[in-house]
């Protein structure tokens, strides 16, 4: 991970004030991997896993670093000694935060929060001067560095809140407070590292908790329930159902809100809780109607999150970015309302980061396959492999644990107009399947 210094001048001046012992006159960027590092780059290094970024200080100053911080005691000036990393980057990035003149847009959830950010972005950058969070950045390191890449001067900074243990996105909170504030849904992915559910569902919640006063928050009364530490705050309640204060409804692929009707492009369409969600964000905020719906328009589903290829005389729905039993199931749907000429295949990966549940969630997605009209199930992975015993035996499906031959199969299959599905946790790499082929 890399970001670049957008407002140099601010920031150095910020920096030097903060270190006053290490005087800068140009930071071009911050970067968390020595690879990745330019001239004039302060250098985070990272202890990992596998690799610890303090074993590669004295490489990252080969390629132009002026400044690294270090966990360990140095007596070169050019590196910043402290016992805690990840401390000083959160320094920084408060500190940004009280300079910065934005209005800050927080979304967090388990499933749909890059696509919501960027759906966002693109369609309030046409009308306001806009950041949003660079890629996924979203985690306790990640999510700082990335915002200090944003101007003081931005109207709109949309950021992405992610949490994968319990109090994460509180702490994100502490940093860079949201003056509007959406959860787009809460399910189960990254539940083994909470010890219930509930954990979880506060764990998210913090975001609205920690809205400003003045702020706006946003819910979908169909995913979110208006707990009662939030009442006290301006609140734009949505959805389907009598909960909310809007009510929405769908005629075809046109969505009725207050009796105005927006077109969703067929592409966008099995997003559409999300399209909702940014049209009434933007509404809020000042974007009419003809202009928001322009920009759906040209709005591109980023690769890995839902995306239609084209592929030889066949289509594939490339959902292959990650997997939780919420977002698997919404594919099932997804692609068993989608009208089509040849088969549906879907090739299930499997779903990572459940913990102790992990056999009895994918288990239990063979009575979602058994009610849908795909016609080939095929799983890839150790976690998957049971589900056969309870898939209808009316239906074709099969379990792989080498990728190689679930290619092969999976060639035999195919034919014209079929439909092939990928969906799986990212360290499956479905995509992959169509690589070299």
């Known amino acids: ?64 670093a002026i400044i690294s911080f270090s966990e360990q005691r140095s007596n070169n000036k050019n590196i910043i000694s402290t016992k805690s990393i990840l401390n000083e980057v959160e320094k920084l990035a408060k500190n940004w935060s009280k300079l910065s003149k934005s209005k800050i847009i927080g979304v967090t959830g388990s499933n749909g929060k890059t696509t919501t950010k960027n759906l966002l972005f693109h369609i309030l950058e046409k009308e306001f001067i806009c950041h949003k ?125 207050n009796n105005k009707k927006i077109l969703i492009p067929e592409n966008l369409f099995y997003i559409k809780d999300i399209v909702i969600a940014v049209y009434m964000i933007c509404n809020y905020l000042g974007v009419t109607d003809n202009k928001f719906q322009n920009s759906l328009k040209s709005f591109q589903i980023p690769n890995g999150r839902g995306n239609y290829i084209r592929y030889n005389d066949h289509q594939i729905i490339n959902d292959s970015y990650n997997a939780n039993p919420n977002s698997v199931n919404f594919a099932i749907n997804r692609i068993s309302k989608i009208a089509s000429n040849g088969k549906k295949i879907f090739i299930l990966g499997d779903m990572l980061e459940l913990g102790d549940i992990e056999t009895e969630e994918h288990n239990k997605l063979a009575d979602s396959f058994n009610k849908s009209n795909i016609d080939i199930i095929l799983t890839y992975g150790e976690l998957s492999k049971d589900i056969h015993k309870y898939i209808s035996k009316n239906k074709y499906s099969k379990h792989y644990n080498n990728k190689s031959k679930l290619r092969i199969e999976l060639n035999n299959l195919v034919c014209k107009d079929d439909i092939v599905y990928l969906k799986g946790s990212r360290s499956m790499k479905l995509e992959s399947l169509y690589v070299n082929n």
């Open 133 to 257: 969070t660079v890629g996924n950045y979203n985690s306790s390191i990640g999510f700082p560095i990335s915002f200090l890449s944003s101007k003081v001067t931005d109207q709109f900074c949309i950021l992405e809140y992610g949490a994968s243990k319990p109090n994460e996105i509180q702490k994100l909170c502490d940093l860079v407070s949201p003056d509007y504030s959406f959860i787009t849904n809460i399910s189960k992915a990254h539940i083994k590292n909470y010890k219930t559910f509930k954990e979880l569902i506060d764990t998210k919640y913090a975001i609205y908790d920690s809205t400003k006063n003045d702020g706006v928050i946003f819910i979908n009364t169909d995913e979110i329930e208006i707990r009662e530490s939030i009442k006290n705050k301006k609140i734009v309640s949505f959805g389907f159902s009598d909960k909310s204060k809007i009510k929405i409804k769908l005629e075809d692929n046109n969505l009725i809100i």
């Open 1 to 64: 991970m890399r970001i670049e210094i957008k407002d140099k001048n601010k920031f150095i001046n910020m920096f030097n004030k903060m270190y006053k012992n290490n005087n800068v006159s140009n930071v071009n960027g911050i970067s968390i991997d020595s690879r990745k590092i330019m001239k004039n780059d302060i250098y985070v290094p990272i202890k990992g896993n596998k690799y610890d970024g303090h074993d590669y200080i004295a490489e990252s100053f080969q390629k132009g």
